[in-house]
Nanobody, 126 residues
Framework: QVQLVESGGGLVQAGGSLRLSCAASGRTFSTNAMAWFRRAPGKEPEFVAAITWNGASTYYADSMKGRFTISRDNAKTTVYLQMNSLKPEDTAVYYC???????????????????WGRGTQVTVSS
């Protein structure tokens, strides 16, 4: 059974940092893209970042560029999201996902991903 488990969320003050992890199990994902999305209360899911299967390319939502860094360790089948300079508007549940986007454009699309974790809460206080 495929399972994605996020960890590392929590409460942090504005300007602080958190590092999220997502451990995959149940099958090999070394040839799949991995991504992070988030959903704030009352809002639609939002793309955060994605990384290609070999880590050679990364993609970020404009509001996260320069603050967030996505990385992966295929040996550990884990994807990470380093979040710096956090803002109250970053408060959301963060989800990791695994999939096979067919183009650069599709890395930010929900429908490109087949497997999802249950999410980890990130709360940034002002």
């Amino acid at each position: 059974q495929v399972q994605l488990v996020e960890s590392g969320g929590g409460l942090v003050q504005a300007g602080g940092s958190l590092r999220l992890s997502c451990a995959a199990s149940g099958r090999t994902f070394s040839t799949n893209a991995m991504a992070w999305f988030r959903r704030a209360p009352g809002k639609e899911p939002e793309f955060v970042a994605a990384i290609t299967w070999n880590g050679a390319s990364t993609y970020y939502a404009d509001s996260m560029k320069g603050r967030f860094t996505i990385s992966r360790d295929n040996a550990k089948t884990t994807v990470y999201l380093q979040m710096n300079s956090l803002k109250p508007e970053d408060t959301a549940v963060y989800y990791c996902a695994v999939g096979s986007p067919f183009s650069s454009y599709s890395y930010s699309k929900l429908t490109s991903y087949d497997y999802w974790g249950r999410g980890t809460q990130v709360t940034v206080s002002s």
